[in-house]
């Protein structure tokens, strides 16, 4: 059984979770990158392509141990500070010119990257609003943009939605809501989203996830996490994983308010967040897991949505602030069941506390993204029934997907 790490220890890559003293089974890495890191390892190795010219032959100065670990930003304009932001009419989704698709017109199903890679494991089932399940090394993914959408769109609100083609294989989403606001997202040719924003009923543009098209477009998909080094910091796990069972409302507002926890290399995609653990390892990671499910089911009672209470009351006082938060619900469950059920149902569930975070809580839905990852982020690891495997996770990605406004 691995040694637990104590509040002071330092997340480094080989830092596992804090379990409760019952529970006898062995910890899970802290570091979601680093559970991937450890299914890959354990994968039979492919045979290494030979290199055109010899390796080059580390110095000793290179060889030497690496410097320590900068410390944690102090805020999200001190993270981004590398970072040269565009023009506002660069991150803005309404700059270009599109073509109005037809009224008949049915948004694209969700496509896996165009990556030689990439083997479709399940295609969208319309019965069950699954979504489109697909393997990358060694890893599976759901692609869900219907599920999502369906909690920004809803007709009988009195919303409105239409479509416009744009340059390369882009198209625009307008959903235009009885209230005199709309929200805009501009899809690849995949299906993911590249820009969001949401329009108030005065005109002003709040954006909700950018990046830079001058620097890069996004056709095959790849993780940006492997250009990054692994991931270490000199915080506590205490203050990188809070349970929000055991803190209180002020105490989760200021956590979720806190900056990534290295330098933000460059702005992602919504999507590029939601596939990459590397990336998402450098936002802090609010626990839910008081929360009880219904077996393979994604509905809870109706008597435990207080349980979400803290959780919404800290978003709401940091949207009065920035109107432009992100969080990203992730969903997760235990090893029992097979892979892909795992992931659609853990997908669903994330769905589920959304929708009562913005049902119950008025949160608005465009200022939450949603993710199933299944049992792929153990944190017992036991291919037994864990309650502690079966949570929900929140984090808030706004400095990894939009431009500081400040």
């Given at each position: 059984?691995?040694e637990l790490?104590?509040?002071?220890?330092?997340?480094?890559p080989?830092?596992?979770?804090?379990l409760?003293?019952?529970?006898?089974?062995?910890?899970?890495p802290?570091?979601d990158?680093a559970?991937?890191?450890?299914?890959?390892?354990?994968?039979?190795?492919?045979?290494a392509?030979?290199p055109?010219?010899p390796?080059e032959?580390?110095?000793?100065e290179?060889?030497?141990e690496?410097?320590?670990?900068?410390?944690?930003?102090?805020?999200?304009?001190?993270?981004?500070q590398?970072?040269?932001?565009?023009?506002?009419?660069?991150?803005?989704?309404?700059?270009?010119q599109?073509?109005q698709?037809p009224?008949?017109?049915t948004?694209?199903?969700?496509?896996?990257?165009?990556?030689?890679?990439?083997?479709?494991?399940?295609p969208?089932?319309?019965?069950t609003?699954?979504?489109?399940v697909?393997?990358?090394?060694?890893?599976?993914?759901?692609?869900?943009?219907?599920?999502?959408?369906?909690?920004?769109?809803?007709?009988?609100?009195?919303?409105?939605?239409?479509?416009?083609?744009?340059?390369?294989?882009?198209?625009?989403e307008?959903i235009?809501?009885?209230?005199?606001?709309?929200?805009?997202?501009?899809?690849?040719?995949n299906?993911d989203?590249?820009?969001?924003?949401?329009?108030?009923?005065?005109?002003?543009e709040?954006?909700?996830?950018?990046?830079?098209p001058?620097d890069?477009?996004i056709e095959?998909w790849?993780?940006?996490?492997?250009?990054?080094?692994?991931?270490?910091?000199?915080?506590?796990?205490?203050?990188?994983?809070?349970?929000?069972?055991?803190?209180?409302e002020t105490?989760?507002?200021?956590?979720?308010?806190?900056?990534?926890?290295?330098?933000?290399?460059q702005?992602?995609?919504?999507?590029e967040?939601k596939r990459?653990?590397?990336?998402?390892?450098?936002?802090?990671?609010?626990?839910?897991g008081?929360?009880?499910?219904d077996?393979g089911?994604a509905?809870?009672?109706?008597d435990?949505v207080?349980?979400?209470?803290?959780?919404?009351?800290?978003?709401?006082?940091?949207?009065?602030?920035?109107?432009?938060?992100?969080?990203?619900i992730?969903?997760h469950t235990?090893?029992?069941?097979s892979?892909?059920?795992n992931?659609v149902?853990?997908?669903?569930?994330?769905?589920?506390?959304?929708?009562?975070?913005?049902?119950?809580?008025e949160?608005p839905?465009?200022?939450?993204?949603t993710?199933?990852?299944?049992?792929?982020?153990?944190k017992?690891?036991?291919?037994?029934?864990?309650?502690?495997?079966r949570?929900?996770?929140?984090?808030?990605?706004t400095p990894?997907?939009?431009y500081?406004?400040?």
């Amino acid at each position: 059984m691995s040694e637990l790490p104590n509040a002071s220890e330092e997340v480094t890559p080989s830092a596992v979770e804090v379990l409760p003293p019952d529970v006898s089974s062995e910890a899970a890495p802290i570091l979601d990158s680093a559970k991937d890191q450890k299914k890959t390892s354990e994968q039979p190795s492919k045979p290494a392509k030979q290199p055109s010219q010899p390796a080059e032959q580390p110095s000793s100065e290179a060889s030497s141990e690496a410097p320590p670990p900068a410390p944690p930003p102090t805020d999200d304009k001190t993270a981004q500070q590398q970072i040269q932001p565009p023009p506002k009419e660069v991150q803005s989704t309404l700059t270009e010119q599109g073509q109005q698709k037809p009224a008949d017109f049915t948004f694209i199903e969700p496509k896996p990257p165009e990556n030689g890679d990439v083997k479709i494991v399940q295609p969208p089932k319309t019965d069950t609003n699954g979504g489109l399940v697909f393997q990358i090394g060694v890893n599976i993914y759901i692609s869900n943009p219907e599920q999502e959408r369906s909690r920004f769109y809803d007709r009988n609100r009195g919303d409105q939605i239409y479509y416009e083609d744009l340059s390369r294989g882009r198209t625009r989403e307008v959903i235009a809501r009885k209230d005199g606001t709309k929200v805009i997202t501009i899809y690849d040719r995949n299906g993911d989203v590249l820009q969001r924003s949401k329009v108030t009923r005065d005109g002003r543009e709040i954006i909700l996830a950018s990046y830079d098209p001058r620097d890069r477009d996004i056709e095959d998909w790849r993780d940006p996490g492997e250009d990054l080094p692994p991931l270490r910091l000199t915080i506590p796990a205490s203050q990188y994983i809070l349970d929000a069972d055991t803190a209180d409302e002020t105490e989760v507002e200021t956590f979720l308010d806190q900056p990534p926890v290295e330098q933000v290399r460059q702005i992602y995609t919504i999507d590029e967040v939601k596939r990459s653990a590397r990336i998402r390892d450098s936002v802090r990671r609010l626990e839910i897991g008081g929360l009880t499910f219904d077996t393979g089911k994604a509905t809870i009672a109706r008597d435990q949505v207080d349980a979400l209470s803290k959780v919404a009351n800290a978003m709401l006082k940091l949207l009065d602030k920035n109107p432009g938060e992100v969080f990203l619900i992730e969903g997760h469950t235990d090893a029992v069941g097979s892979d892909v059920s795992n992931l659609v149902l853990s997908d669903q569930r994330a769905a589920t506390v959304a929708r009562i975070l913005t049902d119950f809580y008025e949160i608005p839905a465009e200022n939450l993204v949603t993710q199933g990852y299944g049992e792929r982020y153990l944190k017992v690891e036991t291919e037994g029934p864990e309650p502690l495997n079966r949570r929900v996770t929140v984090k808030r990605i706004t400095p990894l997907v939009a431009y500081n406004a400040s």
